[in-house]
């Protein structure tokens, strides 16, 4: 049987197509298949660090004991101590006032004062100081005019700055025993050579005053 040139040009039109499509499916699945003649995929690395702050605030000099002594009363009525032997106030070694007191109080820091250390790495808005007692509770008596419990703050002597932006309280004050404390320091730095406060205890006697007498200090520093 005889086939027309048309019906042979329709056959060879029908391959090419057929072709054609297969070609295209074929591409089709092997991109699927992730195989190309180049890279598709990136490679990535990662370095991640969390940096927090800390705050801290502890007593790195925090003892003080005056010792046994008595008021001499046959010739004064109230015997001074300080934490700091060299004060004025301090008239612990003359015994017409006191007898027996240790005048250093032994405190456990060198310059015989307490000393208060920023060692966070954040500034403290302010720092409030505060007594779990005060004058009558802690020390007693009423005669001739009753106890005084005060204290004062200031620079650590060998600081190389300020460690407060503002101070309160560079004079004796009478103790806070409130839970808000006294603000004393406002600012308090970190930094090395500006991140110590020394603190000073004055307290007054009177000669009917007697017993083993303590206090408790509470140092609270607060941040934004």
């Known amino acids: 049987m005889d086939i027309s040139n048309k019906t042979l040009a329709m056959f060879l039109i029908a391959a090419m197509v057929i072709s054609l499509t297969g070609t295209l499916v074929s591409l089709t699945r092997i991109n699927q298949l992730g195989v190309t003649g180049f890279a598709t995929e990136n490679a990535t690395g990662t370095a991640a660090v969390d940096i927090s702050t800390e705050a801290a605030l502890v007593f790195s000099y925090n003892t003080i004991d005056w010792g046994t002594g008595t008021v001499n009363a046959t010739t004064q009525e109230y015997?001074?101590?300080?934490?700091?032997?060299?004060?004025?106030?301090?008239?612990?070694?003359?015994?017409?006032?006191?007898?027996?007191?240790?005048?250093?109080?032994?405190?456990?820091?060198?310059?015989?004062?307490?000393?208060?250390?920023?060692?966070?790495?954040?500034?403290?808005?302010?720092?409030?100081?505060?007594?779990?007692?005060?004058?009558?509770?802690?020390?007693?008596?009423?005669?001739?005019?009753?106890?005084?419990?005060?204290?004062?703050?200031?620079?650590?002597?060998?600081?190389?700055?300020?460690?407060?932006?503002?101070?309160?309280?560079?004079?004796?004050?009478?103790?806070?025993?409130?839970?808000?404390?006294?603000?004393?320091?406002?600012a308090f730095n970190y930094q090395d050579g500006q991140d110590e406060i020394r603190m000073d205890v004055f307290i007054s006697i009177p000669y009917d005053a007697s017993g083993s007498k303590s206090v408790t200090f509470t140092a609270r520093g607060h941040t934004p």
């Open 79 to 186: 015997c001074n101590l300080t934490s700091n032997e060299s004060e004025s106030e301090n008239i612990c070694s003359d015994t017409t006032y006191c007898i027996g007191f240790n005048c250093s109080g032994e405190a456990n820091s060198a310059e015989g004062y307490f000393i208060l250390n920023n060692t966070g790495n954040e500034v403290f808005t302010n720092v409030t100081i505060e007594a779990n007692k005060n004058a009558s509770g802690f020390i007693g008596g009423s005669l001739p005019s009753g106890p005084s419990f005060r204290f004062k703050v200031g620079n650590v002597t060998g600081n190389t700055g300020d460690p407060c932006t503002v101070w309160n309280h560079t004079t004796y004050t009478e103790m806070d025993t409130s839970s808000n404390g006294s603000i004393s320091c406002y």
